[in-house]
């Protein structure tokens, strides 16, 4: 534990708080058992690190340990836990927990046994935590930490500011935010750089790498993932690499299930099951019909990547520009709100508010006599009544 114990203090001491995310007031860190969900390198451990600073500083209050640490493959998560406990830590924080095998009954059995301590985890593995998710039913408070927003990215870049906006301020006031931000910089200067690198904070730490780093990360989920969820073979596996790549290159995809099946090779049924794992596992965005919810792979009307870097990485030079500036808004607004396809239209989102994405020409010819429908426009720093930029719904998180 000593060991465990120095590699926290090392790290700790390392943290520097001048890059936290506001993410970080989202999460009600007055729960006894807190789970932080989310992909392979958007952030889950520096956040950990940056929350245990700012209230515990180096104190022995609180621990962060990795689950994958060698010390674990001799010592029990729960011998820890009551270790720590006894000697008054008060914050246990666990990081990639789908490394330990059956962690979430010892982290059940944690939080029934030890009444004052506090246990955060998170992990990489979506699969694994949603497969897990019952074991914890009723005790844990579970988030889902996004990549940075394109707000967050310019905050990086520029050493800025910048405040978020409500779906509603930006379509009520998206003239007067437009000229507020744009007298301060040149949005799409750096738009294109969030759609090719920015989504993912690793790139932090060298952007001439980014695209290897996250094509590795994709891979592990296909590879790793996917397999110890469920039962999928060698070639099933590559048919879903394929599958990823015809998405990211398409005008934005409708899925036609039985051309998909026999492209792949792979049954309409084990395909559906398939793709709702793509969609837990957050390497692609599944939009349903209105109306409808996500429920059978037959209710989806369009299927994004689920980030526009991924398109970048997957595609490269043969990435669609409509498919990318629907992605990017797919993503974005996915996090916070309710996405489904309009009758016309490209978006209805909270069952209330229809978009139109396109580039700077784009006319409202498709929604023009509808009520609260709005053409986004990528290219354009300023919008004009129902016509609002699209690098500014990159400022809702």
Do not use: C
């Not at 506090?118 to 949603?130: A, R, W």
């Not at 980014?210 to 999928?232: K, M, S, Y």
């Amino acid at each position: 534990m000593n060991k465990l114990i120095a590699k926290y203090k090392e790290k700790i001491a390392r943290v520097s708080l001048s890059t936290t995310r506001k993410y970080i007031d989202r999460i009600d860190w007055s729960d006894r058992l807190i789970g932080i969900r989310g992909s392979r390198g958007v952030g889950k451990t520096t956040l950990l690190l940056h929350y245990l600073k700012k209230k515990y500083k180096s104190s022995d209050k609180a621990l962060y340990v990795s689950l994958d640490d060698i010390y674990f493959t001799d010592h029990k998560l729960y011998y820890l836990a009551d270790k720590f406990y006894k000697s008054g830590g008060e914050t246990l924080v666990l990081d990639e927990v789908h490394k330990y095998p059956n962690w979430a009954i010892e982290v059940k059995n944690i939080y029934d046994d030890f009444f004052d301590l506090q246990v955060i985890f998170s992990g990489s593995s979506l699969l694994q935590l949603q497969k897990s998710k019952a074991d914890l039913s009723r005790r844990a408070v579970i988030y889902n930490m996004p990549g940075l927003s394109f707000r967050e990215f310019l905050n990086f870049e520029l050493k800025e500011n910048f405040k978020i906006y409500s779906l509603d301020e930006i379509i009520n006031n998206h003239v007067e935010i437009s000229s507020e931000i744009i007298s301060k910089i040149k949005p799409l200067e750096f738009f294109s750089k969030y759609l090719n690198y920015g989504y993912f904070p690793f790139y932090l730490e060298n952007k001439k790498t980014f695209h290897l780093r996250l094509n590795e990360a994709i891979l592990t989920v296909l590879e790793v993932d996917l397999p110890q969820v469920v039962n999928i073979n060698a070639s099933n596996i590559r048919s879903m690499k394929k599958l990823l790549s015809i998405i990211s290159s398409a005008v934005p995809f409708k899925p036609n299930l039985t051309s998909l099946s026999h492209k792949s090779g792979i049954s309409i049924n084990t395909l559906k099951a398939y793709l709702q794992y793509l969609r837990q596992a957050e390497l692609i965005i599944m939009l349903p019909k209105k109306g409808k919810s996500l429920s059978s792979m037959s209710k989806a009307e369009k299927i994004f990547l689920h980030n526009s870097n991924m398109m970048y990485n997957l595609a490269d030079e043969n990435a669609n520009i409509g498919n990318i500036r629907e992605t990017f808004f797919a993503n974005q607004l996915s996090h916070f709100h309710e996405m489904t396809m309009p009758d016309y239209g490209d978006f209805l989102i909270d069952e209330k508010y229809i978009f139109e994405i396109g580039g700077k020409n784009k006319t409202r010819k498709q929604i023009i006599d509808l009520e609260d429908a709005f053409v986004v426009k990528d290219d354009i720093e300023i919008g004009y009544k129902n016509e609002i930029p699209l690098w500014l719904f990159g400022f809702m998180y």
